[in-house]
């Protein structure tokens, strides 16, 4: 064999192993997706309220793109803390997720001496799925006929009006906190585990007032069995043109918003971040899930996991601020 023949045959091999290699390589983007092997579970570190409501609206359908069960489940306490804290404390393979909100995620790092997690390090943003204001409500036999009518009669006898809220450290909470600051007034916080019992006490008029999301409240007040007063955002809501802001009462730049999202445990891989995002955003978005949140007053914002992530940084100082002025503190 001549050398142009060994080398003619070389060139032959040389291509033929290199075909074969790229046959056998898998071609761009048909790789496996990530799914679960097993049951999800999705934690409501809360009781009854628009957490767990969005959740379960999410989870059939979470169910479906996933073809694995989607379980919810409540763990409330310590204002979010604990059903959090389990999440963060979960392995980070996807099969737990936490729908998270202001309190456990951006107010309690500073309303709490210790922690038991960091909101920050321990888990992981998939997605801001809603924000909305708040309303402010009262009971209708407290004789409270507007905002300036509650300042007043507060002041007068402090020690006869409570407000509800639906954890320590909830935006609930704080938002009535940041009113009594600004307003100059007392009145006693009654903390409850959830939007279901406080808003029950607050129809039996056990307490007089609350800082509840439209979402828990808006059929109450439609029945008369509350009277709206005004909202916590900086424009009125569209369902309800006459009722003014607190900010337009005078209040100036009174602005306190609600907002839920989903998170993961840190350091989840992320193929699993990225799927659960696609499919949550897909869910959100869908005109049956986006018309039941609009219904509710919720405004779909669907993140991307760096969104949510740098919103829960710029808001644990910004509700951080609010609780050292108003001196709040867990109870």
């Known amino acids: 064999m001549n050398k142009v023949q060994r080398r ?32 999800v579970r999705i934690v409501v570190p809360i009781v009854g309220s628009t957490n767990d409501v969005l959740a379960r609206l999410v989870a ?34 996807g099969l737990t997720l936490l729908v998270g909100y202001n309190g456990p995620l951006a107010i309690n790092p500073t309303l709490f001496e210790k922690m038991p997690y960091d909101p920050v390090k321990d888990l992981q943003p998939i997605t801001l799925a809603v924000k909305a ?3 402010l409500v ?14 007043a009669k507060a002041k007068a006898d402090p020690n006869k009006y409570s407000y509800a809220s639906v954890a320590v450290g ?39 007032a609350a800082f509840l999301v439209p979402g828990n409240v808006q059929q109450f007040v439609k029945e008369g069995k509350l009277k709206l007063l005004a909202s916590s955002g900086l424009q009125r809501f569209p369902s309800t043109p006459n009722v003014p802001t607190l900010n337009e009462l005078g209040y100036k730049d009174f602005e306190a918003t609600s907002w839920i999202g989903f998170l993961a445990p840190a350091g989840t891989p992320r193929p699993i971040v990225d799927r659960y995002h696609r ?12 018309q ?34 108003t001196g709040a503190k867990a109870e």
């Open 279 to 290: 499919e949550l955003v897909k869910i959100l978005r869908s005109p049956e899930v986006t």
């Open 170 to 208: 909830s935006a609930s909470h704080l938002t009535m906190e940041m009113l009594k600051s600004a307003a100059g007034f007392n009145i006693t916080h009654v903390p409850y585990k959830g939007a279901g019992p406080a808003v029950t006490d607050l129809l039996a008029g056990n307490v007089q």
């Open 133 to 135: 204001p708040q309303y």
């Open 292 to 325: 039941r949140l609009r219904e509710m007053e919720f405004d779909v914002v669907a993140t991307t996991p760096e969104q949510f992530g740098a919103w829960i940084r710029s808001e644990i100082p910004r509700w951080g601020k609010v609780i050292k002025d």
């Open 60 to 93: 059939p359908k979470l169910q479906e793109a996933l073809g694995q069960p989607v379980v919810v489940e409540n763990k409330p306490g310590a204002g979010g803390n604990i059903g959090a804290d389990q999440v963060a404390k979960s392995a980070p393979d």
């Open 8 to 39: 003619t045959l070389l060139a032959l091999a040389a291509g033929a192993l290199a075909t074969g290699a790229l046959a056998q390589a898998p071609a761009p983007g048909n790789a496996a997706e990530w799914a679960p092997s097993r049951p």
């Open 138 to 151: 009262v009971n209708p036999n407290a004789g409270i006929d507007s905002v300036q009518d509650l300042v």
